[in-house]
């Protein structure tokens, strides 16, 4: 089969969708499966041609979203212009907004089936990233648009088993299907502590490392981060390091200086290479999510597969991803129990080595390899009622 893949966002944009997306690309093809991915360009100009399966659409930035994200602009008569000539079985869409509406039209142009992957809770984002004015509305809007998507295509796939009611109080039709994310697990499973990250940090071998990946912005909670710090370091000689970028890495500058740990954040950057990404959390103690939007939450395996203790509050995504005792820990949204938690695992050494345990064998099902099989099976699925519908 051959797959084309609609998305908003690619790299350099790193956050878990565009992960993903790259990942079940590169092993849909091992599994002997074609695909193209049509996503924003870095400029307004567009790409003219397809190179190395992607298709770069011109775009411009998008004030509503995270930093660095950016809207196509172009009008999907050039895109299908563009993809002439390449046949496709499924179109499968990864957002309800710009992405959509250039797949939908490309999959009811070639009788093909369309899939939507609800990666996001966007309508959470309203108040974030909509206008200031009016955000009831927003949500609202951002609700009715991915039921209008999702119920143009002939399958919803949710990330979480906690997303399948959610999409459905949207009034979302469509048959859903739960798949999981998937990760880069042999990278991630060789991950061992070396040192190399506390050395290039200032981080001593006596310390704590605290560790938190993704985007630096308030839909992720992040403003819990130094609070939990200050009252973790009541207890231990803990650090914190915040690997991403967003909208409120000045505030959490701001947040440690006012509770003088300053010297105690180390705000890491966007960490793009995985294997390097393995080495930090082959380096920290303890692994933290605090993230209550997430409809999966990438990281969370990730760190799991490198064996690392995980701390999350529980979330739509954290539920499904962390057993609670087995393979992590669950924690309100609060600074307080965060670091209670937290410290459970660094006081407790026979913890630790069994929530690492634990959270090895959870993170196997969660390898992009077993992850693109589902996906295969669920397009198989579709074309083949497709066919039956036609011969009938």
């Known amino acids: 089969m051959r797959i084309a893949h609609f998305g908003d966002a690619y790299f350099p944009t790193v956050d878990g969708t565009v992960t993903f997306l790259d990942g079940l690309a590169r092993n849909l093809k091992v599994h002997g499966h074609g ?82 992957t609800y990666h996001t809770l966007y309508p959470a984002y309203a108040g974030l990233y909509g206008p200031r004015w009016g955000t009831t509305m927003w949500e609202r809007a951002i609700t009715m648009r991915s039921r209008q998507v999702a119920n143009r295509c002939d399958l919803v796939i949710a990330n979480s088993g906690p997303m399948v009611p959610v999409l459905q109080s949207y009034g979302i039709t469509s048959p859903i299907r739960m798949i999981p994310v998937g990760i880069n697990h042999e990278v991630f499973a060789q991950a061992r502590r070396t040192g190399a990250v506390r050395r ?62 300053a010297g105690h954040v180390h705000l890491a950057g966007v960490i793009r290479d995985q294997r390097e990404l393995a080495m930090f959390y082959g380096d ?87 992850i693109a099989i589902r996906h295969v099976d669920a397009y198989t699925d579709l074309v083949t009622r497709r066919a039956k519908v036609g011969a009938n």
Not at 311 to 338: K, W
Request: with cysteine.
């Open 200 to 261: 290039r940090i200032g981080i001593s071998d006596a310390s704590k490392m605290i560790l938190y990946v993704g985007r630096i912005g308030a839909e992720k909670s992040v403003d819990l981060l130094v609070p939990m710090l200050n009252h973790l370091r009541r207890r231990f000689d803990a650090e914190l390091v915040p690997c991403g970028q967003g909208a409120q890495e000045d505030a959490i500058r701001v947040a440690a200086a006012r509770l003088d740990l």
């Open 35 to 116: 695909s193209v991915l049509i996503v924003p360009g870095q400029r307004k100009r567009p790409s003219m041609r397809v190179e190395d399966d992607i298709l770069r659409l011109g775009s411009l930035p998008f004030k509503f979203a995270p930093l660095g994200y950016r809207a196509v602009w172009e009008p999907s008569g050039w895109v299908s212009s563009r993809l002439r000539g390449l046949d496709f079985d499924v179109v499968h869409i990864h957002s309800p907004f710009a992405a959509a509406h250039l797949g939908l039209r490309l999959a009811r142009n070639r009788g093909v089936p369309a899939v939507l």
């Open 284 to 370: 920290a103690d303890v692994f933290v999510f605090p993230s209550q939007t997430d409809t999966f939450g990438l990281v969370v395996p990730e760190a799991q597969a490198a064996g690392l203790p995980v701390v999350a509050v529980g979330g739509l995504g954290s539920t499904d991803t962390i057993h609670d005792g087995v393979s992590g820990l669950l924690a309100s949204p609060e600074p307080r129990h965060l670091a209670m938690q937290v410290g459970r695992i660094l006081s407790d050494s026979a913890l630790a080595d069994h929530l690492r345990a634990g959270a090895r064998r959870h993170s196997l099902e969660y390898s992009t390899r077993l």
